[in-house]
């Protein structure tokens, strides 16, 4: 038990520090299963959520929200879960936060973030300049900015392995005045809550957009693969 706790400890290094009185962490970017390149089950999930300490986890798979719907309800006594979804759009993805309806991939940017905000979702920018990943391009972010359609970026992803990149991110919201974010990213267990953001305790996506801009983004590099294990994934057919 000892050895698992300090095992806990050196993944999430935050633990050894108290949260302050009436504010949360919250993991913006999270997936499942339910994603197609991750094999993280939601028990999985609910076990990294306690390990890692996370009040809130916003899961964003990819161009899914049936595993964000399902973890909104199992995992109701342990955190909160913000069902969101990772779209892929013609120029990058894009990410939606409060979404109560799927968004469709494979439209354009402008559409897509239309999409969001009119189902009283926020705008999230993932991983915007990391060629590495599925990013948008800075032309389309440039586009999205001026037209008024994105609430935050994200500032911090650990799943980026240049910080310059990082950094990049913070600059061009703090440029822009957009709210900045924090997320792991996670495709396995372990890499939960290796990002987040420190912030207010919140009520409902206005309020968590306006709270956002008071946080402290806390995160490190973390991009382990998984250790080789013999399992069976469980079918995503929706069934809830």
């Known amino acids: 038990?000892?050895?698992?706790?300090?095992?806990?400890?050196?993944?999430?290094p935050h633990l050894s520090e108290p949260c302050p009185n009436g504010w949360v962490r919250v993991d913006l970017?999270?997936?499942?299963?339910?994603?197609?390149?991750s094999t993280t089950t939601l028990d999985e999930i609910?076990?990294?959520?306690v390990e890692s300490g996370i009040d809130v986890l916003c899961v964003t798979d990819h161009n899914a929200i049936d595993g964000a719907l399902r973890l909104q309800k199992s995992l109701a006594d342990i955190c909160r879960v913000v069902v969101g979804e990772e779209v892929r759009t013609h120029t990058g993805e894009i990410i939606g936060l409060f979404l109560t309806e799927k968004i469709p991939f494979g439209a354009n940017a402008?559409?897509?973030a239309t999409q969001i905000r009119n189902q009283g979702g926020l705008v999230y920018i993932p991983h915007p300049f990391d060629p590495m990943r599925r990013n948008i391009t800075e032309?389309?972010?440039i586009e999205l900015c001026e037209l008024g359609l994105v609430d935050?970026?994200?500032?911090?992803n650990s799943k980026t392995s240049l910080p310059s990149l990082n950094a990049r991110a913070h600059s061009f919201g703090k440029e822009r005045d957009l709210a900045l974010g924090s997320g792991s990213d996670a495709h396995v267990p372990h890499a939960l809550g290796s990002a987040f953001l420190e912030?207010?305790?919140?009520?409902?996506?206005?309020d968590f957009l306006q709270k956002m801009r008071?946080?402290?983004?806390?995160?490190?590099?973390?991009d382990k693969p998984r250790p080789w294990s013999a399992r069976i994934v469980p079918s995503v057919v929706d069934d809830y």
């Open 214 to 222: 008071e946080g402290k983004i806390v995160g490190h590099h973390w």
């Open 46 to 49: 609910e076990e990294a959520v």
């Open 152 to 156: 935050a970026i994200e500032a911090h």
């Open 199 to 206: 912030m207010p305790d919140f009520d409902g996506p206005t």
């Open 1 to 12: 038990m000892a050895l698992a706790a300090a095992a806990a400890i050196e993944r999430h």
């Open 110 to 112: 402008i559409n897509t």
């Open 139 to 141: 032309q389309s972010l």
């Open 29 to 37: 970017h999270s997936h499942t299963m339910f994603s197609g390149d």
